[in-house]
């Protein structure tokens, strides 16, 4: 046996490190209200995470998902935008779609490619 070997404290941190990897991989998910604050000369800052009493909330997180959407309902708008920019529909649209993401969450999960 593996372990057999291996000292109280040594198996502790195997538990407590195996531990923190499952915790790791169960899907969280985290408020996205978003709060502003206008500042003195009048420049808006906003923030999901406001860090004093003067950010006051501006929108509240959305419960519909855009996957939850028909991609479809806006081809007529990417037509037009393909025509008067000079670029092929698909493209427009592919920039447009969001990462596959297996649980739809709020905010993204890792940073965009491309």
């Known amino acids: 046996m593996i372990f057999a070997s ?7 941190i195997i ?11 169960i899907p ?3 408020p996205a ?5 206008i500042d003195e ?4 800052h906003f923030t999901n995470a406001p860090t004093s009493d003067k950010f006051k909330l501006f929108m509240r997180e959305r419960k519909i998902f855009i996957s939850k959407l028909d991609s479809n309902q806006f081809d007529p ?5 393909s025509k008067k920019y000079g670029l092929e529909a698909p493209l427009i649209k592919a920039v447009i779609k969001p990462s596959p993401i ?3 969450t709020p905010y993204p999960t890792k940073a ?3």
């Not at 407590?16 to 915790?23: E, W």
């Not at 000369?41 to 808006?44: A, D, L, P, W």
């Open 102 to 104: 297996s649980t739809p």
């Open 41 to 44: 000369n009048g420049v808006m």
């Open 15 to 25: 538990g407590i490190l195996s531990f923190l990897c499952v915790a790791m991989l």
């Open 77 to 81: 708008i990417i037509t037009d935008a």
């Open 28 to 30: 969280s998910t985290a």
């Open 6 to 12: 291996m000292s109280h404290r040594q198996l502790r």
């Open 112 to 114: 965009p490619e491309g």
């Open 33 to 37: 209200d978003i709060y502003r604050y």
